[in-house]
């Protein structure tokens, strides 16, 4: 059974970091694009940033250009998401997905992640101003 657990969220002020987990068990993360989406309140999940197999091709919206890092620990099976200079706009449920059926850019796009039916728990960002 292939189980995602996200984890790290909390309440940080503006300017803040925070940086996320996403464990994996059942799978092996290396196999397999992985990324975070984020859904706010009262919108629609969007994705945050993807990162191929292949540890090479690294997607990430315009939002958290420079300011968002994903990373893969091979050792642990965990997908990270470093964030810093957080702003209240980036208050959001974060989740973690996985997928080897789709190419990157289809993947890490607002279509992808309206279709995708399933999701974890997420874990809760909250960036106060």
């Known amino acids: 059974e292939v189980q995602l657990v996200e984890s790290g969220g909390g309440l940080v002020q503006a300017g803040g970091s925070l940086r996320l987990s996403c464990t994996a068990s059942?799978?092996?993360?290396?196999?397999?694009?992985i990324g975070w989406f984020r859904q706010a309140p009262g919108k629609g999940r969007e994705p945050v940033s993807c990162l191929a197999a292949d540890a090479v091709r690294i997607y990430y919206s315009d939002f958290v250009k420079g300011r968002f890092t994903i990373s893969r620990d091979k050792a642990t099976n965990t997908l990270h998401l470093q964030m810093n200079s957080l702003t209240p706009d980036d208050t959001a449920v974060y989740y973690c997905?996985?997928?080897?059926?789709?190419?990157?850019?289809?993947?890490?796009?607002?279509?992808?992640?309206?279709?995708?039916?399933?999701w974890g728990q997420g874990t809760q960002v909250t960036v106060s101003s």
């Open positions: 997905a996985v997928d080897r059926d789709w190419a990157l850019p289809v993947m890490c796009s607002k279509g992808y992640a309206a279709l995708r039916n399933y």
């Open positions: 059942g799978i092996t993360l290396d196999d397999y694009d």
